[in-house]
Nanobody
Framework: QVQLVESGGGLAQAGGSLRLSCAAS????????MGWFRQAPGKERDFVAT????????DYAEFVKGRFTISRDNAKNTLYLQMNSLTPEDTAVYYC?????????????????WGQGTQVTVSS
């Protein structure tokens, strides 16, 4: 099992940046495909980005391509999401998630472990 704890959320202005982190417990972080998802009030949880075991392969939702970057540091058991050019539409609770299939899934149901989420609020 792996336990996930997100941090780095907060308030940003439109056009600004935030960097989210997700710290994973245990020694097996490098065995998990990791993902970021987000959920705005009254909406479903949406896929944001995912990254493979080595960090060399990634996939992004269309609405974040060119603005967000997912990365991981297996030595530090940490996942990151660099968010640039933020807009009010990016306001949501952001979750990190882990799964061991080895495949870069976009579906939330493919992920077995979830963090508690971190709030990101972007003002106009």
């Amino acid at each position: 099992q792996v336990q996930l704890v997100e941090s780095g959320g907060g308030l940003a202005q439109a056009g600004g940046s935030l960097r989210l982190s997700c710290a994973a417990s245990g020694r097996t972080f490098s065995r998990y495909v990791m993902g970021w998802f987000r959920q705005a009030p009254g909406k479903e949880r949406d896929f944001v980005a995912t990254i493979n075991l080595s960090g060399l392969s990634t996939d992004y939702a269309e609405f974040v391509k060119g603005r967000f970057t997912i990365s991981r540091d297996n030595a530090k058991n940490t996942l990151y999401l660099q968010m640039n050019s933020l807009t009010p539409e990016d306001t949501a609770v952001y979750y990190c998630a882990a799964q061991r299939s080895g495949i870069l899934y976009r579906e939330a149901t493919a992920y077995d472990y979830w963090g508690q989420g971190t709030q990101v609020t972007v003002s106009s």
